[in-house]
Structures are given as structure tokens and as C-alpha cells.
């Protein structure tokens, strides 16, 4: 069976924005390194966050072409390890078990057997604020092209995580971060916006090309853009 989307393509990982650091910390409790699993791992982003802070980090993704790219960026880390799926992952294992996207009951499930009933489960991603001028433009533009748009706002996983009567009660936290990038690396970082193209559909790269247009206006050069990492946390109960 094939999947309903293929990211491939769409695989940009090096023009994305890092997580927040104080975001990242929140995720690790005062005792120091130990054992991560991140699942929906992705190119790696976030398994490179938790590997500069000293973990041993288990990285789960089932698409392959993702997978290569996350394996290639951590090459230099004895203390990376990717796999395909959880099922060999074994339970009492890991301190963190995080996500980087939303998750549901059946995740939460294999977070707790991962735990081992001793750790935590985080969701975590990042949003691009509106507040900033710039970017309240380029979601006007995107709403006036795409009707009935629905932007990058991430499900809340509070009540996810405290309706499985698995953790104790659900933190929600959240971090500003500014990515400074070239201009041309991040609207190239548009045409691997799957959200996008899933509900622009045959005007994707029109809208695309729209956005590179009005961005470009402002001229060539590093451009900053402020991000919100937001991330729930819980415990698993004592």
C-alpha cells in the first residue's frame, strides 16, 4: 500500500526553522541526557535538537525517502538510530518519547509502553507568527487564492494526552524564535509546503509563485521570520 502523500519531494529540511531553545529544555528534565524516541521523526529536526543536548536518540519514521535524509544529517552521531516503526523499539527504555505533530490515542498508547510507566511524551512543532506584517501578507494572499483555508494552526494535544488516562496533566508551553535565512532558502522552503499543496491542489505553484513575488518586493538578502514553538508535555503518573 502506498501512502497518500509523498513528501519526498517535498523534503527540504535545512530550510526549516530550528525549535526554540528554551522550548527544547523544557522537554528535559534536571537529571540530564538520556534515552529519546522520536516519532514521525521526519528529516531529523528535532532528533538534531535533542542529540545536541546529550540524548541517545531513537528515530522513528516510516517514509524511507524522509528516513535517508534524516540518517544522512545525523551521520556523525554514534548516538542516533533510525527505524522504520516502533515495534522493536523496546518498553522501560526511553525517559522522552516526543512528537513532532500532532498525535492520538493509539500513539499514546505505544508512548506509555515506551516509558515503560517512567517519563515523559511531548508534542512539539512551530508556527510562523502572523503577528509580523510580512507574514500577515502572505496569509492574506494565500486565503484570497485558496477559500476556506486552514492555516498552520496546530491541534491542541492537551486534551488528547489528558483524555487517554495515561500521564498526569498535560503542560502546554511555548517559546518565540526568529530564523534568520536567506531569502531564496526560505521561499524555497514554500514549494516543500505539503499543507499547501494538499488544499491548493493545481494552483499550488501559482500561489507559490505569488508568494516568491510579493516576498521578493522587499528585496534579496537574509530575511527574518518569527516563529512560535509550542509543545505540550506530561508525565507519566508516579
Known sequence: ????????????????????????????????????????????????????????????????????????????????????????????????????????????????????????????????RLDDPLQAEIEALIRSRIPGYIGARPTCQAAAIDASGLFGKAVRFEEPIVHRVPVLDWLASWRSHAGLQRQAGARFYEVVFEIEDLVLRHGIGTIEVPYTTLGWTAETPS
Not at 23 to 46: N, S
Not at 51 to 56: S, T
Not at 62 to 72: C, H, K, T, V, Y
Not at 110 to 118: D, F, M, P, Q, S
Open 1 to 128: 500500500m502506498t501512502n497518500a502523500w509523498d513528501y519526498t519531494r517535498l523534503a527540504a529540511p535545512t530550510t526549516r526553522p530550528p525549535y526554540a531553545p528554551a522550548a527544547m529544555d523544557r522537554l528535559l528534565t534536571a537529571d540530564g541526557p538520556r534515552r529519546a524516541a522520536v516519532i514521525g521523526a521526519g528529516t531529523g529536526h528535532l532528533a538534531l535538537e535533542l542529540l545536541a543536548r546529550g540524548c541517545e536518540v531513537d528515530a522513528v519514521e516510516q517514509d524511507s525517502a524522509l528516513r535517508d535524509i534524516g540518517r544522512e544529517r545525523t551521520v556523525d552521531s554514534p548516538h542516533a538510530h533510525w527505524h522504520s516503526g516502533t515495534a522493536g523499539l523496546p518498553g522501560a527504555r526511553f525517559g522522552l518519547v516526543a512528537f513532532g505533530c500532532s498525535a492520538g490515542l493509539r500513539a499514546f498508547y505505544e508512548a506509555c509502553r515506551l516509558l515503560g510507566g517512567h517519563g515523559r511524551v511531548a508534542c512539539i512543532r512551530n508556527r510562523r
